[in-house]
């Protein structure tokens, strides 16, 4: 499993998840940042420090929020 980055980054994009991914799976993409589903190793770090609580389990998504998990594995070319 991994994190995905939903909604409330397109209007935010502070940026505090990349610091702290200890294995550098999260990039900033034009409209929002993204989490590599293929690296994430899903320790929770980037979950703790969003301030727009925008990052879901891949599992916990709603069927709105797939679209998110879609766009990360199109901009990683997953």
Do not use: N, R, W
């Not at 900033?28 to 940042?33: C, H, R, S």
């Not at 989490?35 to 916990?60: H, K, L, Q, T």
């Amino acid at each position: 499993m991994a994190f995905v980055i939903t909604a409330p980054c397109e209007t935010e994009k502070a940026g505090e998840c990349v610091s702290v991914c200890p294995v550098d799976c999260i990039e900033e993409g034009k409209d929002q940042f993204y989490i590599d589903p293929d690296i994430c190793i899903d320790c929770g770090a980037c979950v703790a420090v969003c301030p727009v609580d925008a990052i879901e389990e891949e599992y916990d998504l709603s069927p709105e929020q797939e679209v998110y998990l879609e766009k990360a594995e199109k901009y990683f070319g997953s």
